[in-house]
């Protein structure tokens, strides 16, 4: 679990003192991922970096499992923590296998391990390890510069992850599937990660929690649809957008707003599947004007149906999620 | 796949050479030049002992201090005088070394000490310059991911900062040697003795003989000195940040 708790950042410049965080407090339980989401310059990238005293903060504490880190070595604190950032910062002068190795390294495993544990690391982001593990960033894409710098950044398996921007240099379709992957991985490894965006889609997709940054405070703290139906503010309102609604079709899947199929269903109009999600529902409902569509399951049985009205009832009434 | 190819283009240059030098060789023995300047047999031999004891004590002087002074201005707490002691340097840089051979003669007198220090100083100053220059080039956010995975600042300037900076502060080594082949005879004038010894004579008496078996040596000196960083230039930077071996 991370606290941070009237964490404040304030910097003196010529024009007087600017304050760059001010009294954030928030908490992020084990396996989150909490996205901190926000324009640039609203504080969000220093709230990362005094997690791992990068930055110091000018007043306020940060408990890492209930320890302040106040009294850690920052080295020492560091190398418990991974780090990924957007312009990657693979060193350059290391092939995959070292790069992946440095904090193994500054931990004093043996060659060997390391190598091992990189092997391990690239088979899990789907990059063929005899393929990569001696080639030099330079003979890298940036996908796959991007996917070495998180498994560099898992390479101990810290528990914590702070991740700042880290797919935002991307392309948006190479982007979407290095999403993907990570959810994928994070589903099975449960880190408590804090990841920093400014792409509210990014943040819908990847957060369990979002943190919304305006101007160094924090203006809502809540799960993707909390924010998405209920902004508190109309900054908030505003960021996540006028198409919020929309957005928040992506949360929800087939299977919780389906009506079981009764015996006789109609077999004929287009259909989806119950692990899909209203974003495919509510193309259909505009492409084929219709009032309900089927659910089939693998083989094409019907297995119930989704109405119009149904949906409108779920994004209407209650939060999901 | 070229990676066996790369050595043999930077060996090129010094094949031509090779094949120049022999050129002039042949002409040199066909002319009965060669002759006159085997006739300086042993004198080339003594001289250029003390040559190479010249360029070797002050080169190599000049390699460890510049890089260590190098990598203490770019120093963080150093930021705020780096920038007018590079100034400075830059000064003393454009000095022409023939200036700096004067001057050492005037502070420390004559013989082989005022001529390695003086050429120490023209040997230093492209070394600090290049180091400084190559560490500062080493993009922030590189260093910032090494600092955020938890080096310590020694070990970012071990591992991060001057294997980045390598090529360029090899760039330096070789220039710097150069400057210090080429003005090594010059030292010659202020009782430094060398190879200068023979070409300084050789062109006062109009002894070409002697001035060749002065400048010949001289010349292949400057040759094999750069050949010799080169290949360590080539092998010693790692592959990832060394333009000459990609591809």
Redesign the interface.
Known sequence: MIRLQGLSRRYSTARGTVTAVDDVTLEVTDGETCVLLGPSGCGKTTTLRMINRLVLPSSGKIFIAGRDTDGVDPVELRRGIGYVIQQIGLFPNMTVAENIGVVPRLLGWSTARSRRRAEELLALLALEPAQFLDRYPNELSGGQAQRIGVARALAVDPPVLLMDEPFAALDPINREVIQDEFLRMQQTLRKTILFVSHDIDEAVKMADRIAIFRAGKLAQFGPPDELLARPADDFVASFVGRDRTLKRLRLILVREVMVPAADGEGASGPCVSADDDLRRVASLFLEHDVETIRCVDDTGRAIGHVSRAAVAARLGSELVG | MTTAMAPGRSTLPYIVLGAIALAIAWGLHASGLATDILRYNKDIVYLTKQHLVLVAISGSLAIVFGIAVGIWLSRPWMARWSDGVIQAVNMVTSIPTLGKLALMMSLLGIGPLPAIVGLWIATLLPIIRNTYEGIRAV?A??V?????????SN?ILK??EL??A?FVIFAGVRTAMAVNVGTAPIAFLIGGGGLGELIFTGIDLQEHGMMLAGAIPTALLAVAVDFLFGQAQYWLV????NPLR?F
Do not use: F, K, Y
């Not at chain 2, 910032?144 to 310590?152: L, N, P, V």
């Not at chain 2, 790692?238 to 940040?241: E, H, Q």
């Open positions: 993009p956010h590189m910032d991911a090494a600092r955020g995975m938890g080096m310590s070990e591992r991060v294997p980045n390598l790692p592959r990832g940040v990609n």
